[in-house]
């Protein structure tokens, strides 16, 4: 049979204590590294709650509430060039650009579902934008 006996000094809480900041620290440093967005879920159930809320007091309606979860993705294309462009110390990179234009396409497309828009008149803004991109990535190149 053994007995512990601790050392002078040593405490279990403080231990503990010490290890659930660490912890806590190394989760949020690997956060920032792999570029996690956790407010994305709250944004997405504002704007849920938002839509059902406009429905229940104004009699707005949304025909394709489906198109909502478009802007998820849209959302997480544009918190990463915002990190993107954060990293490259506030420079407009080719990755920058990427997810910016990439973020930019999903709500417009999320936009003409929501509202009903006709698809004629934003089809040339997407060729638009899509230009603007590739024009931007050649002098960005050069």
């Given at each position: 049979m053994f007995i512990c006996v601790p050392?002078?000094?040593?405490?279990v809480k403080e231990e503990m204590k010490e290890k659930?900041?660490?912890k806590e620290t190394e989760n949020m440093e690997d956060r920032k590294k792999n570029g996690s967005t956790p407010w994305l879920g709250g944004v997405v159930l504002i704007l849920v709650g938002v839509v059902f809320l406009l429905r229940q007091v104004?009699?707005?309606r949304l025909d394709n509430w489906?198109?909502?979860f478009i802007l998820i993705p849209a959302i997480?294309?544009?918190?990463?060039a915002w990190r993107a462009y954060e990293s490259a110390d506030r420079k407009f990179t080719t990755s920058v650009r990427g997810s910016l234009i990439g973020g930019l396409m999903m709500v417009m497309i999320a936009a003409i579902f929501l509202f009903n828009l006709n698809w004629a008149l934003f089809f040339p803004a997407i060729l638009i934008i899509t230009g603007l991109g590739i024009l931007?990535?050649?002098f960005l190149n050069s």
């Amino acid at each position: 049979m053994f007995i512990c006996v601790p050392r002078k000094g040593f405490s279990v809480k403080e231990e503990m204590k010490e290890k659930n900041q660490n912890k806590e620290t190394e989760n949020m440093e690997d956060r920032k590294k792999n570029g996690s967005t956790p407010w994305l879920g709250g944004v997405v159930l504002i704007l849920v709650g938002v839509v059902f809320l406009l429905r229940q007091v104004s009699g707005f309606r949304l025909d394709n509430w489906w198109a909502l979860f478009i802007l998820i993705p849209a959302i997480g294309s544009l918190a990463t060039a915002w990190r993107a462009y954060e990293s490259a110390d506030r420079k407009f990179t080719t990755s920058v650009r990427g997810s910016l234009i990439g973020g930019l396409m999903m709500v417009m497309i999320a936009a003409i579902f929501l509202f009903n828009l006709n698809w004629a008149l934003f089809f040339p803004a997407i060729l638009i934008i899509t230009g603007l991109g590739i024009l931007a990535s050649s002098f960005l190149n050069s």
